[in-house]
Nanobody, 133 residues
């Protein structure tokens, strides 16, 4: 059974940093890319970042490039999202997901209109990030 547990959210001031962690189990990292998507109240889900273990590529949404970094600890089956220079518009519930494929193409914004399961795969409960001014 695929399980994904996101943690590390909290309240932070604008300009601050947070590190999210995703503990994954029930599948092989080589088979499924892992990513982070977020959903703010009243807004659509947004693919934030993704890492592929099959080709080593990473994806970042334009809105977070240069501020967020995705990394993995394969020995611990954990993926992290280091978020720096946070902005109020980063406020959202962040979910980690295991895609049904080994690469991150579906995280690209051009796939925003496809169904969530196809795009993001499997995901668990998210962690809330609140950025105050």
């Amino acid at each position: 059974e695929v399980q994904l547990q996101a943690s590390g959210g909290g309240l932070v001031q604008a300009g601050g940093s947070l590190r999210l962690s995703c503990a994954a189990s029930g599948f092989t990292f080589d088979d499924r890319a892992i990513g982070w998507f977020r959903q703010a109240p009243g807004k659509e889900r947004e693919g934030v970042s993704c890492i592929s273990f099959s080709d080593g590529k990473t994806y970042y949404a334009d809105s977070v490039k240069g501020r967020f970094t995705i990394s993995s600890d394969n020995a611990k089956n954990t993926v992290h999202l280091q978020m720096s220079n946070l902005k109020r518009e980063d406020t959202a519930v962040y979910h980690c997901s295991a895609l049904h494929v080994g690469e991150c193409s579906y995280y690209d914004a051009k796939y925003a209109n496809i169904d969530a399961e196809t795009r993001f795969g499997s995901w668990g409960q998210g962690t809330l990030v609140t950025v105050s001014s």
